[in-house]
């Protein structure tokens, strides 16, 4: 009635509207209500689903917006960058040493998606012949575009002669769930502590909404803007097949050969870690760690020369080792995952899915080892979003022996490897109050 009243003299869209409640009528209570978790403005969400409606990115004519950094290659000469605009259709990246004198400048490409309604252009461009340990400037957009120029941003590339720090999350959401963390991490980026970020899966909660993952991308960009954000696709992201996770970021194997070549698992290099950022996911939502992608992983692990990178850190979103649920990896290890990353002596695993923190001491087939001699395992999906985190653990001593640490506070974690490479420490933070809750070296 609502349909035919309020449309009357635009069929158009009477049209539409009765072709919603038609998808509404047949959707059990039980699948509406979870519908409704997912946070969508309903009408609007089912109908950039159905392809009915458009969500655009951004407004029209606006300067590009969710600009990030990443690691594209392995070449540390080269720093990735992208950007969104709603119809831009040029890709420019101005750079250089000083920020009155961008004299260098690189064309990149665009590409876009229209699954859910989306309506936007995805820019990519690369920063090259970079010199480390040097600060560069720089602004992204076109002359050509009325669009033009973002603000002029910086990021200093890598040196070889000082600490590291990394920071790794999981689980954060485009919502005011991750305001803490995400001041946090601003707050460290501000004060020269922290070089990079690892976000190993479940990024924005969009779930399909594409202007959450909009809100999302904006809402990390004073972060983004000035150190590298590396990725790993969750169980959030498993839409489309995963179309807009492999849109919207820039990972190493899309410029050159490395991994599986559309942002799912990859490789890279910085200070003295080697990462093997691999995928845990299926396009149902399902856990799966496939044939091809193992074979990928063990020769990379197997090739790491330790001399150079003698840390070895291996991320994916989904949990092998959960201290209430010894169920949670089973079909993981099955398919050989905890095994290559046991055989190749991989020093730390990172992981998230499971809204709480936990480490465990070195552990393999639920048996706790020496230091040294297997793994450590550190789940961190507590860096917040509308899920909520895990409600309380039992008391430590109840917990398996090789359980090290469990936190429900929500948080994000620092790795620091030491100028010389031989330590690394791991600090995982209350976001809120920034106090240090678990620590090891």
């Not at 250089?96 to 820019?123: F, P, R």
């Not at 603000?151 to 919502?175: G, K, L, V």
């Not at 909404?209 to 590298?228: E, G, L, S």
């Not at 917990?399 to 600090?427: C, E, K, R």
Request: with cysteine.
């Amino acid at each position: 009635q609502k349909c035919n009243s309020n449309y009357t003299t635009h069929p158009l869209k009477k049209k539409l509207c009765l072709e919603a409640v038609d998808v509404f009528v047949q959707i059990p209570p039980g699948i509406f209500a979870g519908i409704d978790s997912l946070a969508w403005p309903i009408s609007l969400g089912v109908c950039a689903t159905m392809n009915h409606c458009k969500v655009n990115c951004c407004v029209e004519n606006a300067p590009p917006e969710q600009i990030h950094l990443s690691l594209a290659s392995t070449d540390h000469t080269i720093m990735g960058v992208s950007w969104v605009t709603l119809s831009g259709q040029n890709s420019k990246v101005k750079y250089g040493l000083d920020k009155n004198d961008l004299s260098m400048m690189n064309t990149g490409t665009t590409l876009t998606y229209t699954q859910a309604g989306w309506v936007g252009q995805i820019h990519r461009a690369v920063m090259d012949n970079l010199k480390i340990n040097t600060r560069y400037y720089y602004q992204v957009g076109s002359d050509e575009d009325a669009n033009g120029w973002s603000e002029i941003y910086s990021f200093q590339t890598i040196s070889p002669h000082r600490e590291i720090n990394y920071a790794h999350i999981c689980d954060m959401a485009y919502d005011e769930w991750s305001d803490d963390t995400v001041a946090s991490l601003i707050e460290l980026v501000d004060n020269g502590k922290l070089d990079v970020i690892v976000h190993s899966g479940d990024i924005s909660y969009a779930d399909g909404y594409m202007p959450h993952f909009d809100d999302f991308m904006n809402k990390i960009q004073p972060i983004a803007t000035r150190i590298p954000y590396q990725v790993t696709p969750g169980n959030h992201e498993f839409g489309y097949n995963f179309t807009a996770y492999k849109a919207r970021f820039f990972m190493p194997g899309q410029i050159d050969e490395n991994g599986s070549g559309d942002n799912m698992y990859y490789n890279w290099d910085y200070g003295h870690v080697h990462f093997t950022s691999l995928s845990t996911e299926s396009p149902i939502d399902t856990p799966l760690f496939p044939r091809k992608e193992k074979l990928w992983a063990e020769k990379d692990m197997k090739t790491v020369i330790r001399k150079k990178t003698p840390w070895l850190i291996a991320n994916f979103h989904r949990p092998l080792y959960c201290a209430t649920d010894d169920d949670c990896g089973r079909l993981l290890m099955k398919q050989g995952l905890e095994e290559i990353i046991y055989k190749n002596k991989v020093d730390l695993v990172l992981v998230g899915h499971v809204h709480s923190f936990e480490r465990t001491y070195p552990v393999y087939n639920f048996t706790k080892y020496e230091d040294g001699q297997a793994p450590v395992y550190i789940m961190q999906g507590a860096s917040g979003n509308r899920e909520g985190n895990k409600g309380s653990y039992p008391p430590l001593e109840e917990l398996p022996d090789w359980v090290a640490a469990a936190y429900t506070n929500i948080g994000y974690g620092i790795i620091t490897v030491s100028a010389d490479g031989s330590t690394l420490s791991w600090n995982f933070y209350d976001s809120k109050t920034r106090t240090i809750l678990d620590t090891a070296t």
